[in-house]
Antibody
Framework: EVQLVESGGGLVQPGGSLRLSCAAS????????LNWVRQAPGKGLEWVSY????????YYADSVKGRFTISRDNAKKSLYLQMNSLRDEDTAVYYC???????????????WGQGTLVTVSS | EIVLTQSPATLSLSPGERATLSCRAG??????LAWYQQKPGQAPRLLIY???NRATGIPARFSGSGSGTDFTLTISSLEPEDFAVYYC?????????FGGGTKVEIK
């Protein structure tokens, strides 16, 4: 069974940092690109970042560029999001989501984690 | 950046009625358009990918159509569990942008 489990959320002051993790199981992690998506309270979905299978291609939404860093450890089957210089508007539930596979037919965003809540407040 | 505009923002319907949701892209996204359903407190659930393909386990009452800039999600006959928020998403460009969502509520 494919599973994505996020962790690392919590309360942080404006200007602070937080590192989110997404632990994967049930599929060949190293063959899939991955994403982070967030959702502010009562708002819609916002794509945050993308990382390719070998980390050679990385994209960010303009709203987080220069402050957030996506990374992955294929040996640990884990995806990360390092968030620095956090702002009130970064308050959201953060989801990791599977993208495409490099080795087999796949459907982007077919699996999502349950999300982890990040609250930025003083 | 490709902007996706969903309409209407809210759709008030009764169980058994047909729901038609629209998603318009600011420029062509070919057929790289997906639809998701989200219920309160839950992660989004993929319904339709590449404009018209149902994801695994999705009932046949859900269908998607369109290409280029105009897309439609149709729910042929609303079941009580279909009342939720629906989002479209494109993956034509490197930004995996989402639309603003359509809430389907019980009339």
């Amino acid at each position: 069974e494919v599973q994505l489990v996020e962790s690392g959320g919590g309360l942080v002051q404006p200007g602070g940092s937080l590192r989110l993790s997404c632990a994967a199981s049930g599929f060949t992690f190293s063959s899939y690109s991955l994403n982070w998506v967030r959702q502010a309270p009562g708002k819609g979905l916002e794509w945050v970042s993308y990382i390719s299978i070998g980390s050679s291609t990385i994209y960010y939404a303009d709203s987080v560029k220069g402050r957030f860093t996506i990374s992955r450890d294929n040996a640990k089957k884990s995806l990360y999001l390092q968030m620095n210089s956090l702002r009130d508007e970064d308050t959201a539930v953060y989801y990791c989501a599977r993208d495409e596979s490099s080795s087999s037919p796949s459907i982007p965003f077919d699996y999502w984690g349950q999300g982890t809540l990040v609250t930025v407040s003083s | 950046e490709i902007v996706l505009t969903q309409s209407p923002a809210t759709l008030s319907l009764s169980p058994g009625e047909r729901a038609t949701l629209s998603c318009r892209a600011g420029q062509s996204v070919s057929s790289y358009l997906a639809w998701y359903q989200q219920k309160p407190g839950q992660a989004p659930r993929l319904l339709i990918y590449d404009a018209s393909n149902r994801a695994t386990g999705i009932p046949a009452r859900f269908s998607g159509s369109g290409s280029g800039t105009d897309f439609t999600l149709t729910i042929s006959s609303l079941e009580p569990e279909d009342f939720a928020v629906y989002y479209c998403q494109q993956r034509s460009g490197w930004l995996r942008a989402f639309g603003g969502g359509t809430k389907v509520e019980i009339k």
